[in-house]
């Protein structure tokens, strides 16, 4: 009896001890994200990944699927978990705020990553939209000689990367009064919507069509596909935004002109590095921009793998 009770101490203390050390392997961050049935944001959340391992951080990610409130419920679950910190990819900027105001209330720091909430996280870390339609929207003036008729494909409505996008495009349109904007809509950053909207577009306008301003690719690529269907892609300019994979090889064959690329991985490294840092009370960076950069023909070679 009394060698039982040893052996049931013994495998308590065991069973304690790994228990214990399981739990102080390393930090926990909480990680939400706006929609995993996307290519980019599928992209970002691997880079975490593989950065998490890297440094020894147990990442729980979990998809939001386009919904501020399931977000919101998420980073409640998160709180109710005690993680050591949040990163959040926001669904939208007033939706997605309260989650900002929860985490901090519960003093969990949390980093917005890719996307903006009104209420102001710990630290962001991402690129500025804003500029990226500036990019893509200075090459489509150049392409079009200044005038002409252009068709913009916007993202999710309310979300970050489509206010400034937005805002971007119409920046730069406004120094050129011979471009004229036939039609904006959104897609929902879905490739199949953005084929389907660009058909609408082609019965509603053909040939007066001159270039087509897409907030990413998936969309972007939704209306070559319905362009080529329509034998007018020869016709027609179209510039994205992102650089996925399908993209850089579409750039390649030339069925679209031109994406902007948007570095998933440096994103995605900033913002586990600045959630480490936080954690271990290091000085970090409550802002970090990772800037974008034009892809054409000419240098696509250079972001293909």
Known sequence: MKKLLLLLTAVCFISFSCS???KKKGPVIGVSMLSLQNEFIVKLSDAMQAKADELGIELIIVDA????????EQIESFIAQKV?????NPCEVEGSSPAVTKALAANIPIINI?????????????????????IAMKYLVDKMGGKGNLLMIQGYMGQAAQL??????????QNFPEIKLLASQTAEWDRSQGMSLMENWIQSYGSQITAVFSHNDEMGLGAVKALQNAGMKDKVIVVSVDAIDDALQAVKKGDLDATVF????????????????????????????????????????????
């Open 262 to 305: 948007q570095n998933a991985a440096n994103q995605a490294n900033g913002a586990v590095e600045t959630a480490l840092m936080i954690i271990q009370n290091k000085p970090f960076d409550k802002e970090v921009i990772i800037p974008f950069e034009l892809v054409t023909q000419d240098n696509v070679a250079n972001y293909l793998k």
């Open 114 to 134: 890719n996307s903006e909430t009104k209420t102001e996280p710990t630290a962001f870390v991402g690129s500025d939209d804003v500029e990226s339609a500036r």
């Open 65 to 72: 699927e386009h919904s501020p409130l399931k977000q919101v």
């Open 164 to 173: 400034k996008r937005e805002a971007g495009a119409m920046e730069v349109l």
């Open 84 to 88: 050591d910190a949040i990163i959040m």
């Open 20 to 22: 214990n050390s399981e």
